[in-house]
């Protein structure tokens, strides 16, 4: 029982997918989410997290406009729609929770205390 990402796969440049994070065992409408995502070679660097409440949201500058992260509740999923994907943006993606972030969400990955498994994103050119 842990937390999964999925939605992952191999898609052109320009073109769009749709990640989700759910769990099977808890409900995520009280925890901060967290997308992360780290290329070969790199870092892992924070994409985008929402809040539980309002929902509050953070994006960054290399994926601003072009990603959405979204709350299903009645769904238990938290999406993250990736659309104009560009090459640079192949990387493995996760998701991540943590309760203490429900009101606040960080782009820390060391705030976070559940990671789901990952899954691979490849943008050909």
């Known amino acids: 029982v842990q937390l999964q990402a999925f939605g992952g796969g191999l898609v052109q440049s320009g073109g769009s997918l749709r990640l989700s994070c759910a769990h099977s065992?808890?409900?995520?409408?009280?925890?901060?989410i967290g997308w992360f995502r780290q290329a070969p070679g790199k870092e892992r660097e924070a994409i985008s997290c929402i809040s539980s409440s309002d929902p509050s949201t953070y994006y960054a500058d290399s994926v601003k406009g072009r990603f959405t992260i979204s709350r299903d509740n009645a769904n238990n999923t938290v999406y993250l729609q990736m659309n104009s994907l560009k090459p640079e943006d192949t990387a493995v993606y996760y998701c991540?929770?943590?309760?203490?972030?429900?009101?606040?969400?960080?782009?820390?990955?060391?705030?976070?205390?559940?990671w789901g498994q990952g899954t691979l994103v490849t943008v050909s050119s």
């Open positions: 991540a929770a943590d309760r203490s972030l429900r009101y606040s969400p960080s782009r820390h990955p060391s705030a976070y205390d559940s």
């Open positions: 065992a808890f409900s995520l409408d009280y925890y901060g």
